[in-house]
Nanobody
Framework: QVQLAESGGGLVQAGGSLRLSCAAS???????????MGWYRQTPGKERELVAS???????NYADSVKGRFTISRDNAKNTVHLQMNSLKPEDTAVYYC??????????WGKGTLVTVSS
């Protein structure tokens, strides 16, 4: 299996910053087979939405709502992906999930970490 361990969520005031991290491990983890790693978020009653992703090539993709404020990066040596979130807004409040998408179509998810932005 693949385990995705998320960390870094919490409570922050609007305008503040948080850094989420996701460390991948497990017997099925194979860095060569990765298509993308990324972060999704979900609020009650809404669909889970893509926040940001980074491909094996290093190219990145961001939701329009976070462009210019969030930055995704990876540390291949530590099998870790980070999401630096700046200028946070109350509407960024959500549970954030780490995702690993393999080239064969398999998807793995973390358990989620709560980000709360107070106004």
């Amino acid at each position: 299996q693949v385990q995705l361990a998320e960390s870094g969520g919490g409570l922050v005031q609007a305008g503040g910053s948080l850094r989420l991290s996701c460390a991948a491990s497990g017997s099925f983890f194979n860095i060569i087979s990765i298509n993308t790693m990324g972060w999704y978020r979900q609020t009650p009653g809404k669909e889970r939405e893509l926040v940001a992703s980074i491909a094996r090539s290093g190219s990145t993709n961001y939701a329009d709502s976070v462009k210019g404020r969030f930055t995704i990066s990876r540390d291949n040596a530590k099998n870790t992906v980070h999401l630096q979130m700046n200028s946070l807004k109350p509407e960024d409040t959500a549970v954030y999930y780490c995702n690993l998408h393999y080239l064969n179509g398999m998807d793995y998810w973390g358990k989620g970490t709560l980000v709360t932005v107070s106004s």
